[in-house]
């Protein structure tokens, strides 16, 4: 069964940095676009950022851009969140997503709804 499983979260104070991983299982994720996606308490699920197929084309949030950094290691079947600088505002629970219809693509999807497989989250929290 296809499966994606995060995990790196925690507890850290403003201006840390966390490593989150997404490790997929039951199928080889590397031909798609990743994403990840956070949801903090009482907002919507919100796009974070993505990669495509061969980590050549990332794109991100405004809200992160220039803090986090995602990369990929297809032969691990494994994608990176690497999270700098955080703030309380990042306080979420982060999941990681494959677009498993746009295999080999320079397309990096950032509405939910293209994604079809989805990690159960990992939580960050940022204290200030």
């Known amino acids: 069964q296809e499966q994606l499983a995060e995990s790196g979260g925690g507890l850290v104070q403003a201006g840390g940095s966390l490593r989150l991983s997404c490790a997929a299982s039951g199928r080889t994720f590397s031909n798609d676009p990743m994403g990840w996606f956070r949801q903090g308490p009482g907002k919507e699920r919100a796009f974070v950022g993505g990669i495509n197929w061969n980590g050549g084309n990332t794109f991100y949030a405004g809200s992160v851009k220039g803090r986090f950094t995602i990369s990929r290691d297809n032969a691990k079947n494994t994608v990176y969140l690497q999270m700098n600088n955080l703030k309380p505002e990042d306080t979420a629970l982060y999941s990681c997503?494959?677009?498993?219809?746009?295999?080999?693509?320079?397309?990096?999807?950032?509405?939910?709804?293209?994604?079809?497989?989805w990690g159960q989250g990992t939580q960050v929290t940022v204290s200030s």
């Open positions: 997503a494959a677009a498993g219809q746009y295999p080999h693509s320079w397309y990096v999807p950032v509405d939910s709804n293209d994604y079809n497989y």
